[in-house]
Structures are given as C-alpha cells and as structure tokens.
C-alpha cells in the first residue's frame, strides 16, 4: 500500500550520470553535466515533498525521460543519476529503492524528466 508520494518534474534534457573523471592532481571529480542534473532534482524533489515525509523505509520510483530527440542513450545512467539525486532528499540512500521503473520517450517540444516517488508500507 503506497503510503505517500513526491511526484515533480524537471525540464530539459534527461542526463545520465557520467563517470567520474580524473582531474590534476589525480583528484577524481564528478563531471559538471552531472552534478548540475543531480542538483536539479534534489531541488525538484525537495520542493514537492509533503509535509511528514519520512526518509526511512522502502520507496517506489517511477522516471519517465522524455528527450527531444531518438539518439541511443541507457536509460539506467539517467535513472541511476535520478536516484542519485534524491539521496537525502526523499530517502537517506538510494539503497532503500524496493522498485524502480523507467522508460524512455520522445518529446522534441519539451524534453524533461518526470518522477514518482512513493513510500511503500513494506519493510526497508
């Protein structure tokens, strides 16, 4: 039984997260495009959140990626960067996902990154 829910969107082009790069010094750093992106949907995640919401337990996640045009991409990097992004935000890790589904679209219009989260009645 779903118990809550943050459902928000983020406009623009889903982005997938990016492997980490190694700059001078052999520092190693998340690159620019991710960041942003992850940043993006802490804040989305964060405005929409209900008064109450709990970041323990098990949650659902539902991402539609809606890109403006049909290049080939893994979705599981944009879901990975998603889920990601909401680390502390709508859960404490990403750990606690018990579902997640994606899927894929065309929207040459209005690209953007629709979620659903719910928190699910189960153990976490």
């Known amino acids: 039984m779903s118990l809550q829910e943050i ?9 997938g ?3 980490p790069r190694l700059g001078k010094g052999g520092c190693v750093y998340t690159p620019t495009e991710t960041r942003r992106y992850e940043r ?3 804040w ?7 008064r109450g919401w709990r970041l323990s337990g098990a949650v659902s996640v539902e991402v539609a990626c809606y890109f403006p045009d049909l290049h080939i991409r893994d979705i599981d990097n944009v ?12 859960y404490h890790d990403d750990s606690q ?6 899927i894929r679209w065309l929207d040459r219009e209005h690209p953007r990154t629709e979620v659903v989260v719910r928190q699910e009645g189960g153990a976490g």
């Open 7 to 15: 459902v928000f969107v983020v406009d623009g082009k889903p982005q």
């Open 17 to 19: 997260k990016q492997r």
């Open 40 to 42: 993006s949907i802490a």
């Open 44 to 50: 989305a995640a964060k405005a929409r959140r209900p």
């Open 79 to 90: 879901l990975k960067a998603v889920l990601d992004g909401m680390n502390g935000v709508a």
């Open 97 to 102: 996902v018990a579902l997640a589904n994606v």
